[in-house]
């Protein structure tokens, strides 16, 4: 069958009474191959892996554009904090005259070209609302919303398929926690994901909520605009240099593991050489982490952030750093010192999670963060073909060795599965032959 042919199936016995309405009101499509949730950079790279290899897809994406996080949720100011040659995609290298660190507006031209060279064209506004196995038919079964354009509630969809990509990424929500006396305090309060530039924030004190690197860099992007931001360093972090006597930080980190160094030995390293070029930086206020910067990465998903200027106005008093929050009231915020701030705004760098446990309906692969359990490099497989890409926590590098390896399980399945049906269809061909003659 085609990718797009509307396919009837038999519904299971295990189908509950409350699914069979909704089972007869969607349009079901059959997909000859696998379908893949999300159109950002892991699902590009899935995507583009399997059309080499000739496998048919799918690609569902909510919002209207691919890499809608780079598009509509960064700020102006954002570029990789990595060298361009850790940061592509299979199979497609940066362009040349890219620089090392390419801005979020060539990084998402990077993207728009990889999915035109790759002729990858998601379906767009579709939002997967259920993604369920029916272990009868071996089959899964994704119920999907398209937005119209009218006043009617939208196309429903169900696609029916062997394999299902998981490809939304650690990044699909923003976490917005819970601040005692934030709805009365009165100014103006945004996410990170919704802050662009400091223009309209000139003169303004500015209380930013979270010391990662979107906190560095909103906090020293509103420096740069005359703003007065304080950042609120909640919990221990480690700040390394982005580069190192020209070099990245993380080559060099990449460098020492290539001479087979223990993990501890290079973070120690590391450690050292953030010493010696950025100084003691717990007297401003930054605690470090118990434990070194890649094995708290690698146990819990923490990264380091990557200094690229906000130190400095820390060291200078432009940006104050504060300890925490214990509650909000009109026009201010109370510290757990008893220490009192006026502020006019507040800019939540408070992260993101994944949004998989809230439509993917499976609990052995996924934990109910939506991360897969099994750590990297085999958090990429599951059972009954299901799949997941972009949830390493090693950035675009390792999104993009789990997406060769996804595409290359995928297609050795989907041929031989393809080979056997040609065998049966010419066996049954050559069967009525003989019996017609």
């Known amino acids: 069958m085609m990718p797009n042919s509307t396919c009837r199936v038999n519904m299971s016995p295990m189908v509950q009474a409350s699914d069979h309405d909704d089972f007869f009101a969607r349009r079901r499509i059959w997909v000859n191959g696998p379908v893949i949730v999300g159109a950002g950079p892991s699902g590009l790279a899935v995507a583009a892996c399997l059309k080499k290899q000739g496998v048919p897809f799918i690609i569902l994406e909510r919002a209207n554009c691919i890499a809608s996080l780079w598009q ?52 767009f506004n579709e939002t997967v609302q259920s993604a369920k196995y029916e272990q009868t038919f071996g089959l899964w079964r ?27 990424g650690e990044n699909a929500e923003k976490v917005v926690p819970e601040f005692e006396g934030l709805k009365e305090f009165g100014g103006d309060v945004m996410h990170a994901c919704d802050y662009k530039s400091g223009e309209s924030y000139g003169g303004k004190r500015v209380l930013v909520v979270g010391c990662g690197n979107s906190g560095m860099e909103v906090s020293l992007d509103l420096c740069n605009y005359n703003a007065e931001p304080s950042m609120v360093a909640r919990g221990p972090l480690h700040v390394l240099p982005r580069e190192v006597l020209g070099k990245s930080t993380f080559e060099v980190a990449v460098s020492l593991m290539k001479w087979q160094l223990p993990l501890w030995l290079v973070d120690k390293i590391l450690l050292i050489i953030a010493r010696l070029i950025l100084g003691n930086v717990e007297k401003y206020g930054l605690r470090r982490p118990s434990i070194g910067p890649l094995q708290l990465k690698n146990t819990a998903g923490k990264t380091p952030v990557l200094d690229i200027g906000a130190l400095q106005k820390i060291r200078s008093g432009e940006i104050k750093v504060v300890r925490g929050i214990k509650r909000f009231y009109p026009g201010g915020v109370e510290l757990p010192n008893g220490e009192h701030l006026k502020i006019d705004s507040v800019i939540l760098a408070t992260g993101y999670r994944s949004n998989v446990p ?37 950035g675009l590098s390792g999104a993009s060795l789990d997406a060769i390896s996804v595409a290359h399980d995928i297609a050795k399945s989907w041929k031989e599965e393809t080979k056997q049906k040609r065998k049966s269809i010419n066996g049954t061909l050559h069967r009525r032959c003989i019996s017609h003659f």
């Open 72 to 123: 509509n949720r960064t700020y102006h100011r954002l570029k990789l904090h990595l060298p361009k040659q850790f940061c592509q995609l299979p199979n497609f290298p940066f362009p040349e005259e890219f620089p090392e660190y390419p801005t979020k507006y060539q990084f998402i031209e990077y993207l728009e070209s990889y999915a035109k060279h790759f002729h990858i064209s998601p379906n």
């Open 142 to 168: 994704v119920q999907t919303t398209r937005e119209s354009s009218s006043n009617d509630p939208g196309d429903q969809v169900e696609y029916i398929c062997r394999w299902l990509v998981v490809a939304t």
């Open 358 to 394: 809230s439509w993917l309906k499976e609990n052995e692969f996924f934990s109910k963060d939506g991360i897969p359990k099994n750590p990297f490099p085999n958090g990429w497989k599951g059972k009954a073909g299901l799949y997941a890409v972009g949830f390493t926590r090693k």
